[in-house]
Protein backbone atom coordinates (compact mmCIF):
# COMPACT_ATOMS: atom_id res chain seq x y z
CA UNK A 1 0.00 0.00 0.00
CA UNK A 2 2.71 2.52 0.66
CA UNK A 3 4.13 1.40 -2.42
CA UNK A 4 1.00 2.33 -4.41
CA UNK A 5 0.69 5.57 -2.34
CA UNK A 6 4.75 6.36 -3.24
CA UNK A 7 4.62 5.61 -7.17
CA UNK A 8 1.42 7.97 -7.35
CA UNK A 9 3.27 10.94 -5.58
CA UNK A 10 6.09 10.11 -8.05
CA UNK A 11 3.73 10.16 -11.29
CA UNK A 12 2.05 13.80 -9.69
CA UNK A 13 5.60 15.06 -9.35
CA UNK A 14 6.56 13.98 -12.72
CA UNK A 15 3.59 15.61 -13.99
CA UNK A 16 3.80 18.80 -12.61
CA UNK A 17 7.44 18.36 -13.74
CA UNK A 18 6.68 18.25 -17.20
CA UNK A 19 7.75 21.44 -19.45
CA UNK A 20 4.96 22.91 -20.96
CA UNK A 21 5.32 23.77 -24.38
CA UNK A 22 5.63 27.60 -25.30
CA UNK A 23 3.29 29.11 -27.94
CA UNK A 24 4.02 31.42 -30.62
CA UNK A 25 1.14 33.06 -33.13
CA UNK A 26 2.56 35.05 -36.16
CA UNK A 27 0.23 37.01 -37.26
CA UNK A 28 0.59 40.01 -40.12
CA UNK A 29 -2.21 42.65 -40.77
CA UNK A 30 -2.41 41.84 -44.91
CA UNK A 31 -1.06 39.49 -46.66
CA UNK A 32 2.26 39.38 -48.96
CA UNK A 33 4.64 40.08 -46.38
CA UNK A 34 5.96 36.88 -45.77
CA UNK A 35 5.02 35.44 -43.00
CA UNK A 36 4.13 31.89 -43.46
CA UNK A 37 7.32 31.59 -44.51
CA UNK A 38 9.33 33.26 -41.76
CA UNK A 39 6.91 31.09 -39.23
CA UNK A 40 8.39 28.07 -41.10
CA UNK A 41 12.47 29.24 -41.49
CA UNK A 42 11.91 29.98 -37.71
CA UNK A 43 10.72 26.59 -37.04
CA UNK A 44 13.38 25.14 -38.81
CA UNK A 45 16.00 27.19 -37.35
CA UNK A 46 14.50 25.81 -33.76
CA UNK A 47 14.55 22.85 -34.83
CA UNK A 48 17.71 22.76 -35.78
CA UNK A 49 19.02 23.87 -32.43
CA UNK A 50 17.57 20.94 -31.11
CA UNK A 51 14.23 21.85 -30.17
CA UNK A 52 11.13 19.94 -31.08
CA UNK A 53 8.74 22.06 -32.83
CA UNK A 54 5.28 21.76 -34.24
CA UNK A 55 4.15 24.35 -36.79
CA UNK A 56 0.59 24.43 -37.03
CA UNK A 57 -1.07 26.51 -40.00
CA UNK A 58 -4.38 28.29 -39.21
CA UNK A 59 -4.47 29.46 -42.70
CA UNK A 60 -7.62 27.30 -43.28
CA UNK A 61 -8.05 26.58 -46.87
CA UNK A 62 -5.40 29.11 -48.17
CA UNK A 63 -1.85 27.49 -45.98
CA UNK A 64 0.84 27.67 -47.88
CA UNK A 65 3.25 25.20 -45.30
CA UNK A 66 2.94 22.25 -46.77
CA UNK A 67 3.64 23.99 -50.92
CA UNK A 68 6.81 25.62 -49.49
CA UNK A 69 7.79 21.91 -48.07
CA UNK A 70 7.39 20.45 -51.66
CA UNK A 71 5.08 17.67 -49.59
CA UNK A 72 1.31 16.50 -49.39
CA UNK A 73 -0.12 16.29 -45.75
CA UNK A 74 -3.25 13.86 -46.40
CA UNK A 75 -4.83 14.93 -43.17
CA UNK A 76 -5.07 19.06 -41.98
CA UNK A 77 -6.15 20.35 -39.10
CA UNK A 78 -9.99 20.75 -40.50
CA UNK A 79 -10.10 16.56 -40.66
CA UNK A 80 -9.44 17.08 -36.70
CA UNK A 81 -12.79 19.55 -36.89
CA UNK A 82 -14.90 17.91 -39.71
CA UNK A 83 -14.29 14.19 -38.95
CA UNK A 84 -13.08 13.78 -35.24
CA UNK A 85 -9.46 12.93 -36.12
CA UNK A 86 -7.00 12.48 -33.20
CA UNK A 87 -4.18 15.96 -33.15
CA UNK A 88 -0.95 12.48 -33.71
CA UNK A 89 -3.22 11.44 -37.07
CA UNK A 90 -3.16 14.95 -38.64
CA UNK A 91 0.56 15.68 -37.51
CA UNK A 92 2.74 15.11 -40.15
CA UNK A 93 7.24 14.84 -40.71
CA UNK A 94 8.81 17.73 -42.29
CA UNK A 95 12.29 18.26 -42.74
CA UNK A 96 15.13 17.77 -40.02
CA UNK A 97 12.84 16.60 -37.53
CA UNK A 98 10.14 19.42 -37.60
CA UNK A 99 6.28 18.34 -37.23
CA UNK A 100 3.55 20.68 -38.99
CA UNK A 101 -0.32 20.21 -39.31
CA UNK A 102 -1.27 21.56 -42.65
CA UNK A 103 -4.25 24.02 -42.97
CA UNK A 104 -5.91 21.94 -45.92
CA UNK A 105 -8.27 23.37 -48.82
CA UNK A 106 -11.15 23.11 -47.19
CA UNK A 107 -13.27 27.00 -46.73
CA UNK A 108 -14.78 25.50 -43.41
CA UNK A 109 -13.23 27.84 -40.26
CA UNK A 110 -11.86 26.33 -37.58
CA UNK A 111 -12.91 29.25 -34.95
CA UNK A 112 -16.64 29.39 -35.38
CA UNK A 113 -15.89 25.97 -33.54
CA UNK A 114 -19.34 24.91 -31.42
CA UNK A 115 -18.90 23.77 -27.77
CA UNK A 116 -18.62 19.98 -28.88
CA UNK A 117 -16.15 20.75 -31.19
CA UNK A 118 -13.84 22.81 -29.21
CA UNK A 119 -13.78 20.51 -25.92
CA UNK A 120 -12.32 17.83 -28.35
CA UNK A 121 -10.16 20.50 -29.44
CA UNK A 122 -8.98 21.22 -26.06
CA UNK A 123 -8.83 17.38 -25.13
CA UNK A 124 -6.76 16.19 -28.53
CA UNK A 125 -4.03 19.67 -28.34
CA UNK A 126 -3.31 18.35 -24.70
CA UNK A 127 -2.66 15.17 -25.30
CA UNK A 128 -0.52 16.30 -28.67
CA UNK A 129 1.66 18.97 -27.04
CA UNK A 130 3.98 17.09 -24.29
CA UNK A 131 6.30 16.32 -26.75
CA UNK A 132 6.93 19.74 -28.33
CA UNK A 133 9.11 22.21 -26.85
CA UNK A 134 7.49 24.67 -28.94
CA UNK A 135 4.62 25.53 -31.47
CA UNK A 136 4.34 28.30 -33.84
CA UNK A 137 0.81 29.43 -34.62
CA UNK A 138 0.71 30.39 -38.60
CA UNK A 139 -2.20 32.63 -38.36
CA UNK A 140 -4.25 33.81 -41.55
CA UNK A 141 -3.86 37.36 -42.85
CA UNK A 142 -6.39 39.78 -40.58
CA UNK A 143 -8.12 38.26 -37.62
CA UNK A 144 -11.84 37.82 -36.59
CA UNK A 145 -12.95 37.24 -33.27
CA UNK A 146 -12.34 33.83 -32.88
CA UNK A 147 -9.11 33.75 -34.47
CA UNK A 148 -8.07 36.34 -32.42
CA UNK A 149 -8.87 34.09 -28.85
CA UNK A 150 -5.74 31.78 -30.33
CA UNK A 151 -3.39 34.94 -30.46
CA UNK A 152 -4.33 36.31 -27.01
CA UNK A 153 -3.75 32.69 -25.52
CA UNK A 154 -0.43 32.35 -27.29
CA UNK A 155 2.62 33.07 -24.93
CA UNK A 156 3.95 35.80 -27.58
CA UNK A 157 2.88 36.76 -30.81
CA UNK A 158 4.99 38.21 -33.69
CA UNK A 159 3.84 40.03 -36.21
CA UNK A 160 5.49 40.58 -39.64
CA UNK A 161 5.22 43.30 -41.93
CA UNK A 162 7.33 44.98 -44.46
CA UNK A 163 8.27 48.65 -45.28
CA UNK A 164 5.06 49.38 -47.39
CA UNK A 165 3.53 52.10 -45.57
CA UNK A 166 0.11 49.80 -46.33
CA UNK A 167 1.90 47.15 -44.35
CA UNK A 168 3.08 49.20 -41.51
CA UNK A 169 -0.61 50.66 -41.37
CA UNK A 170 -2.03 47.30 -41.55
CA UNK A 171 0.39 46.30 -38.36
CA UNK A 172 -0.45 49.03 -36.37
CA UNK A 173 -4.39 48.16 -36.70
CA UNK A 174 -3.12 44.83 -35.64
CA UNK A 175 -1.08 45.54 -32.44
CA UNK A 176 -3.99 48.62 -31.69
CA UNK A 177 -6.59 45.84 -31.61
CA UNK A 178 -4.39 42.76 -29.45
CA UNK A 179 -3.94 45.44 -27.22
CA UNK A 180 -7.88 46.52 -26.76
CA UNK A 181 -8.28 42.74 -25.38
CA UNK A 182 -5.27 42.04 -23.37
CA UNK A 183 -2.35 44.86 -23.16
CA UNK A 184 -0.10 41.99 -21.40
CA UNK A 185 0.28 40.16 -24.03
CA UNK A 186 3.89 40.05 -25.70
CA UNK A 187 4.22 41.41 -28.78
CA UNK A 188 6.97 41.96 -31.89
CA UNK A 189 7.44 42.86 -34.68
CA UNK A 190 9.75 41.27 -37.35
CA UNK A 191 10.77 43.69 -40.46
CA UNK A 192 10.84 41.93 -43.51
CA UNK A 193 12.22 42.20 -47.30
CA UNK A 194 14.07 45.35 -46.49
CA UNK A 195 16.52 46.84 -48.95
CA UNK A 196 19.06 48.15 -46.34
CA UNK A 197 19.25 46.26 -43.38
CA UNK A 198 19.92 50.19 -41.76
CA UNK A 199 17.38 51.34 -42.95
CA UNK A 200 15.11 48.62 -42.03
CA UNK A 201 16.26 48.78 -38.08
CA UNK A 202 15.07 52.67 -38.24
CA UNK A 203 11.94 51.64 -39.74
CA UNK A 204 11.20 49.09 -36.89
CA UNK A 205 12.48 51.94 -34.12
CA UNK A 206 10.20 54.28 -35.48
CA UNK A 207 7.23 52.22 -36.16
CA UNK A 208 8.21 50.94 -32.17
CA UNK A 209 8.39 54.53 -31.53
CA UNK A 210 4.94 55.60 -32.94
CA UNK A 211 3.37 52.22 -31.30
CA UNK A 212 4.84 53.35 -27.81
CA UNK A 213 3.54 56.79 -28.08
CA UNK A 214 0.03 56.36 -29.24
CA UNK A 215 -0.99 53.17 -27.75
CA UNK A 216 1.46 53.51 -24.57
CA UNK A 217 2.99 50.09 -25.24
CA UNK A 218 6.54 49.18 -26.11
CA UNK A 219 6.53 46.32 -28.80
CA UNK A 220 9.59 44.47 -29.22
CA UNK A 221 11.70 44.11 -32.52
CA UNK A 222 12.41 41.04 -33.51
CA UNK A 223 14.28 41.15 -36.09
CA UNK A 224 14.95 42.62 -39.73
CA UNK A 225 15.38 40.52 -42.70
CA UNK A 226 16.45 41.66 -45.82
CA UNK A 227 14.89 41.31 -49.24
CA UNK A 228 17.11 38.31 -50.73
CA UNK A 229 16.55 36.76 -54.34
CA UNK A 230 17.27 32.71 -52.55
CA UNK A 231 13.74 33.39 -50.73
CA UNK A 232 11.59 33.57 -54.26
CA UNK A 233 13.94 30.72 -55.77
CA UNK A 234 13.17 28.71 -52.43
CA UNK A 235 9.34 28.94 -52.70
CA UNK A 236 9.70 27.80 -56.54
CA UNK A 237 12.04 24.86 -55.44
CA UNK A 238 9.66 24.29 -52.35
CA UNK A 239 12.47 23.86 -49.85
CA UNK A 240 12.68 26.55 -47.39
CA UNK A 241 15.39 28.94 -47.92
CA UNK A 242 17.42 28.15 -45.02
CA UNK A 243 18.25 24.40 -45.78
CA UNK A 244 18.80 25.69 -49.64
CA UNK A 245 21.46 27.81 -48.28
CA UNK A 246 22.17 28.77 -44.80
CA UNK A 247 25.20 31.22 -45.89
CA UNK A 248 21.92 33.08 -47.82
CA UNK A 249 21.12 36.90 -46.80
CA UNK A 250 17.64 35.87 -45.27
CA UNK A 251 18.88 32.22 -43.57
CA UNK A 252 21.74 34.61 -41.84
CA UNK A 253 19.20 36.99 -40.39
CA UNK A 254 16.73 34.10 -39.56
CA UNK A 255 19.94 32.24 -37.88
CA UNK A 256 20.83 35.88 -36.20
CA UNK A 257 17.13 36.52 -34.93
CA UNK A 258 16.79 32.92 -33.16
CA UNK A 259 19.86 33.11 -31.46
CA UNK A 260 19.81 36.32 -30.02
CA UNK A 261 15.95 35.67 -29.04
CA UNK A 262 16.98 31.99 -27.83
CA UNK A 263 19.82 33.33 -25.73
CA UNK A 264 18.52 36.66 -24.17
CA UNK A 265 14.59 37.27 -24.93
CA UNK A 266 11.25 36.41 -24.94
CA UNK A 267 11.27 33.04 -27.67
CA UNK A 268 13.64 30.83 -24.97
CA UNK A 269 12.77 32.77 -21.56
CA UNK A 270 10.56 31.43 -18.34
CA UNK A 271 6.97 31.38 -19.11
CA UNK A 272 5.62 34.04 -17.47
CA UNK A 273 2.02 32.55 -16.60
CA UNK A 274 1.31 29.18 -15.18
CA UNK A 275 -1.68 28.96 -17.45
CA UNK A 276 -1.30 26.77 -20.35
CA UNK A 277 -2.71 27.96 -23.58
CA UNK A 278 -5.45 25.94 -23.57
CA UNK A 279 -6.36 27.56 -20.27
CA UNK A 280 -6.00 31.21 -21.47
CA UNK A 281 -8.01 30.19 -24.48
CA UNK A 282 -10.82 28.64 -22.85
CA UNK A 283 -11.32 31.94 -20.94
CA UNK A 284 -11.22 34.43 -23.36
CA UNK A 285 -13.51 32.81 -25.41
CA UNK A 286 -16.10 32.80 -22.42
CA UNK A 287 -15.52 36.43 -22.73
CA UNK A 288 -16.62 36.49 -26.09
Known amino acids: MHDQAENLRQQLDSAKQQPIAKTISFVSGKGGVGKSNIALNIALELQNRKKKVLLVDLDIGMGNIEVMLGSHAPYSIVDLI ?118 GEKIAEQFQHVVDRFLNYKVAIKGVIPYDPLVTKAVVKQIPYILLNERARASQAIKRLVNLYTSNGTIDQEKNSSLTFIDKLKTFIRKR
Open 82 to 199: ESQYRFQDIIHPGPNGLSYIAGGSSLIDIFTMNEHDFSFFYEQYNDAIKQFDYILFDMGAGINEWSVSFILASDECIVVTTPEPTAITDAYSMIKHLLQRNTQLPISIIMNQVSEVKK
